[in-house]
């Protein structure tokens, strides 16, 4: 059987189709300023790579920020949380906690080690520090691509210090320091580091363990795996698709929800 | 086709509560008509008065009460708050400050009506830092820009290890703060206490809260009779009239009602759609009551809140004015808010165990230091020996910046689905 899992996040939206609750399918693109448009074009546009009809497909479940827009394709929804727990699953499944840092949110999930399901999790508070979205203000400042911006950072050897916790702040203190003559890298060290501080007060204060699962968008990023890691003292397992986990997720849930009929 | 990137669902419209807990959109009124004749005529005394003090104190004498934080709480039902606020940021308030504190600055300064929050100026003010300190420097503040006396009582914390004997000292240092109001209200005021009156106060205050014990108690049924639609108005009575007869009428109907309910089974929500108890900690979000609507979207209800079951308190029954001061001086000192850990752990477990609660709420309230200090320590505790999911989120009381409507509902979803988890494994074992 089919199934679909669309994740639509508030950069990007990724989607995922599985037969039998493997992997046949990814696509992802930005998701601008119309979560429908979006959600249903990539729906159809995997169908259509894939020589399916929307009658192939046995379940679709949607995730992420925009769950709730394109209710007329899915057949039900399910969180982030959920999505993200399950999907981190299908790689590692002895996972005991998740750290998902995203474009517009970060989160840490805590399993329980003999069922696996949620037991608690940490979403960052209104604020854009420690999301995907910090990292990219902070490319802009430095004029440098987003891609480029954790490899940059890998060959610092003297990180500056970003002590702001508001993003506009920061972005300030990364200029003050370009205008002195700071090294790119040098900079670029210091706001991976600043992004981990503020992940790891989250992963603290609902104390998660080992296996950890590290996904989003931004674990593509090797530079804030690194600080993370030293900033927690322990390993993060990176899976391969990181940015998928939650559509991978959603698309595994609809699988074992399907009950002869879409639900 | 919808185009909107949005995160939220539609939710219910009809607000479920009791017939007898509408009937406070009378009662207010009456409240706010007597507070508006009171202000016209030169010889009513009124007074500002903040939680945790006996309103007891101030019907004993004849004065009629005014509640700055009630009335920040109406301003933020009506939506005004914000508004207020930046006033009073304008003039300096930090954003950090409590922001019922400055609601009441922006809805004194720019005199709005008592429909929307309004507060009419007090022939004095009286305090206490007991659950919160910034009550004393916010009524010190108001009374100098006011031009106002002010009697501020010192109440004693009780902490971990406080003896019997320190808690005697304590009791014997707030009463002895009482006599001394006995005479600021003489000297200041002109007005003397009357012992009889006072008892008569007590009385009418007493009755008032065994009504609440008892509608409070329904409240452990299943389906719950009582939910939060309910008590947040249900707690004016308590608020504001405690040594008034007012109230009782109010409370004795819908106690009927609620009696009612439960020996037809009815719940808020029926017994099939009540999935989830849920307790709510904290001062709820004024401007977003909709929000605890919503949850019974999700078949949830929260069925104890700590909040305004603080408001009245078992008592008992006094004839005479030194028993009644014990009684008095007891109720300053011991408030669920002032607990210490340990105690506020024990709190909860009851409760959880008692009112068959399935999850936790606590709102990390961003302007309210006091109300939300220790809420790791009760989350991680309630986790760990109770095994129940506890949600801490962070928004504010009456500051609708704070509430992100967007990551709002994520949590409450996704709490939603770990209660599900939760309760079904529960179930199992």
């Given amino acids: 059987m089919y199934t679909v899992g669309i994740d639509i996040g508030s950069l990007a939206t990724k989607i995922v189709l599985m037969k039998d609750g493997k992997i046949k399918a990814l696509l992802e693109n930005r998701s601008l300023h119309n979560f429908t448009a979006i959600g249903t074009q990539l729906f159809h546009q995997i169908l259509k790579d894939n020589n399916l009809t929307s009658d192939d497909i046995g379940n679709i479940y949607s995730t992420g920020y925009g769950r709730h827009s394109i209710s007329k394709l899915t057949s039900n929804i399910i969180t982030e949380i959920s999505a993200h727990a399950r999907g981190a699953q299908y790689f590692y499944p002895k996972v005991q906690g998740i750290i998902d840092i995203g474009g517009q949110d970060s989160k840490v999930i805590k399993l329980n080690p003999k069922s696996s399901t949620v037991i608690d999790f940490q979403m960052n508070d209104k604020c854009a520090a420690g999301t995907g979205r910090f990292l990219e203000v902070m490319a802009d400042a430095l004029d440098i691509p987003i891609e ?116 | ?81 914000l508004d207020l606020i930046e006033y009073a940021e304008s003039l300096g308030f930090c954003r950090d400050v409590c922001s019922y504190m400055k609601t009441n600055v922006g809805a004194y300064d720019k005199k709005i009506s008592i429909k929307m929050g309004g507060i009419a100026k007090p022939d004095f003010v009286v305090t206490a830092g007991t659950i919160c300190d910034t009550h004393v420097k916010w009524f010190q503040t108001q009374a100098r820009r006011m031009n106002v006396p002010i009697y501020v009582f010192d109440v004693p914390h009780i902490v971990n290890h406080t003896s019997e004997s320190t808690k005697k000292r304590y009791k014997d240092y707030v009463i ?25 106060t007590w009385e009418n205050s007493r009755s008032l809260s065994d009504l609440w014990q008892k509608i409070y108690e329904y409240r452990k049924k299943i389906p719950t009779p009582v939910g939060y639609a309910d008590t947040l108005g249900d707690i004016f009575p308590l608020v504001l009239l405690p040594g008034i007869k007012k109230g009782i009428k109010y409370f004795e109907d819908l106690l009927k009602e609620v009696e009612d309910y439960v020996a037809l089974g009815k719940g808020i929500l029926p017994k099939e759609e009540e999935k989830y108890r849920l307790m709510f900690e904290g001062i709820p979000m004024w401007y977003r009551i909709k929000f605890f609507h919503q949850l019974m979207n999700y078949g949830a209800i929260v069925t104890y809140e700590p909040y305004t079951f603080s408001f009245g308190p078992s008592r008992p029954y006094v004839d005479n004015l030194e028993d009644g001061l014990k009684v008095m001086a007891d109720r300053m000192m011991y408030q669920p808010y002032i607990y210490n850990l340990s105690d506020r752990i024990a709190y909860f477990k009851d409760i959880i165990e008692n009112y068959q609660i399935d999850g936790v709420l606590l709102h990390e309230n961003m302007s309210c230091r006091p109300s939300c200090t220790g809420m790791y320590d009760l989350k991680q505790k309630i986790q760990q020996d109770l095994g129940i999911p506890v949600l801490l989120f962070t928004c504010d009381m009456n500051d609708p910046r704070a509430y992100a409507e967007e990551q709002m509902q994520t949590r409450i979803e996704s709490f939603i689905e770990v209660l599900e988890q939760s309760k079904s494994k529960r179930l199992n074992s």
């Avoid at chain 1, 993060?236 to 609809?254: D, E, N």
């Avoid at chain 2, 006995?182 to 200041?188: A, L, S």
Wanted: glycine residues 6%.
């Fill in chain 1, 148 to 263: 480029n911006l954790g490899n940059l950072a890998l060959q610092s050897k003297s990180p500056v210090q970003i002590s702001s916790t508001c993003t506009v702040f920061a972005e300030s203190e990364v200029i003050g320091h370009f205008a002195q003559g700071t090294a790119k890298q040098d900079i670029a060290a210091g706001i991976h580091n600043s992004i981990a501080k503020r992940v790891a007060s989250m992963v603290k204060r609902i104390q998660i363990v080992e296996p950890i699962v590290f996904c989003g968008g931004v674990a593509l990023n090797p530079a804030v795996k690194i600080a993370l890691e030293n900033e927690l003292k322990l390993k993060l397992l990176v899976p391969k698709y990181p940015q998928y986990i939650g559509a991978i997720g959603a698309a595994l849930i609809a699988k074992e929800r399907f009950k002869n009929g879409r639900v």
């Fill in chain 2, 1 to 81: 086709m919808n185009t909107t990137n949005t995160s939220t669902p539609s939710t219910r419209k009809i607000v479920r509560m009791l017939k007898s807990s509408k009937k406070i959109s009378k009662l207010i009124p009456w409240y706010m008509l007597k507070a508006k004749i009171n202000e016209y005529i030169p010889w009513k005394k009124s007074a500002w008065i903040t939680s945790s003090l006996p309103v007891e104190l101030l019907w004993g004498f004849d004065i009629f009460p005014l509640h700055p934080e009630n009335n920040a709480c109406v301003s933020g039902a009506r939506k005004v708050s």
């Fill in chain 2, 176 to 200: 002895s703060q009482i006599y001394d109001f006995f005479d600021f209200m003489e000297d200041t005021i002109g007005k003397k206490m009357n012992e009889k009156k006072m008892l008569k």
